[in-house]
């Protein structure tokens, strides 16, 4: 059996990996296609990405991760693992050197193929799991996006005087947010202000909207990122990712309602890995599997039909939200 040149790969590799991605992956995919969006992926205080090579020096296999920080105890996000047929554990190989080689704390993928590599996490002591959607509807009469069949919306109150207060930039953000306070180091996963501010702040195609949650007279004690996605004529919400006290969550459905109002948007969504199901159910979210109603997930192109996101991860402890990995990412 060949043996193959594992290696990270160099900037001067990256004409290559494109070409890799287009025959072997998919044909005219976003990272390929539009200019710079790879290395605004892949890059952190190097490229972020393992190949595999034949003995011509052809890539036969790759996988990249997202850096979470710059430091050696960082978190990261693999994603865009492929092996080409016939490379026996090529695929398996390319993992492995990331996790013996990569200085990292804890490695994790939202968006797995739980049929071809959930085993091969499960093999590896890699916790696999199902990540929950929930959705939260604003009444109207009709839906051209979701399908509802069940149109119950639970009543929800405003429990504390907050307010969501929108920042366009991150320095606008420390102002009214303590990070290093509401943010410790031992967060699964830690999201450092670097990737933040790139993630959020500067994402070279989506716009987010950024809020605090802050209570009238207080501090910001949460940072929760909105996308907002148009489709048949129609808008909804994808909650995208909550920073800091997870528990503001519980408290600002009725901000969130208002939010749906003001853009005119059919429902919000999110899926997340980790949060107390009780505190969303009281907080008036409805969790997607114990209806009958479709929630789409994909837009580009647009399908009616629920979607399973599914993860591994070293550390069961960690919380995930759509955002995390390259999850939330344009097609």
């Not at 492929?82 to 090529?90: D, R, S, V, Y």
């Not at 943010?183 to 202000?193: A, F, M, N, Q, R």
């Not at 969550?249 to 003001?262: G, H, N, P, R, T």
Request: glycine share 6%.
């Amino acid at each position: 059996m060949e043996e193959y040149n594992i290696r990270y790969a160099l900037n001067d590799d990256i004409p290559a990996i494109k070409k890799f991605i287009d025959k072997n992956w998919k044909k005219n995919h976003i990272l390929v296609r539009e200019q710079g969006f790879f290395e605004w992926q892949y890059t952190s205080n190097k490229l972020d990405y393992v190949i595999g090579l034949d003995s011509g020096n052809r890539i036969q296999g790759m996988l990249g991760f997202i850096s979470y920080d710059d430091n050696e105890e960082r978190d990261i996000a693999t994603s865009m693992w492929k092996a080409n047929p016939g490379t026996g554990f090529l695929g398996i190989k390319l993992l492995l050197f990331v996790l013996e080689n990569e200085p990292h704390r804890i490695m994790f993928s939202p968006g797995i193929n739980i049929r071809t590599s959930g085993s091969i996490y499960t093999r590896m002591n890699i916790s696999v799991g199902r990540m929950n959607q929930w959705y939260r509807l604003h009444r109207q009469n009709n839906y051209a996006v979701a399908k509802i069949v069940d149109d119950y919306i639970p009543d929800v109150f405003e429990s504390k005087k907050l307010r969501l207060v929108e920042y366009t930039t991150i320095e606008q953000m420390l102002l009214d947010f303590k990070f290093n306070e509401y943010v410790p180091k031992d967060s699964i996963p830690y999201k450092s202000l670097t990737y933040l501010n790139r993630r959020y702040f500067n994402h070279p195609l989506y716009s987010y909207l950024i809020f605090g949650v802050k209570t009238d007279g207080k501090e910001t004690s949460a940072i929760i990122v909105i996308r907002i996605q148009e489709c048949n004529g129609s808008k909804i919400l994808r909650f995208v990712d909550c920073i800091g006290d997870l528990s503001a969550i519980k408290d600002i459905s009725v901000c969130l309602d208002k939010l749906l109002e003001e853009v005119e948007a059919e429902y919000i969504d999110m899926y997340e890995k980790g949060l107390n199901m009780e505190m969303l159910k009281n907080a008036g979210w409805r969790r997607l599997d114990e209806t009958e109603n479709i929630i789409p997930s994909y837009f580009a192109p647009y399908e009616q039909c629920n979607v399973v996101v599914n993860y591994c991860t070293t550390d069961e402890n960690i919380i995930l939200f759509r955002g995390d990995g390259d999850q939330d990412r344009p097609n």
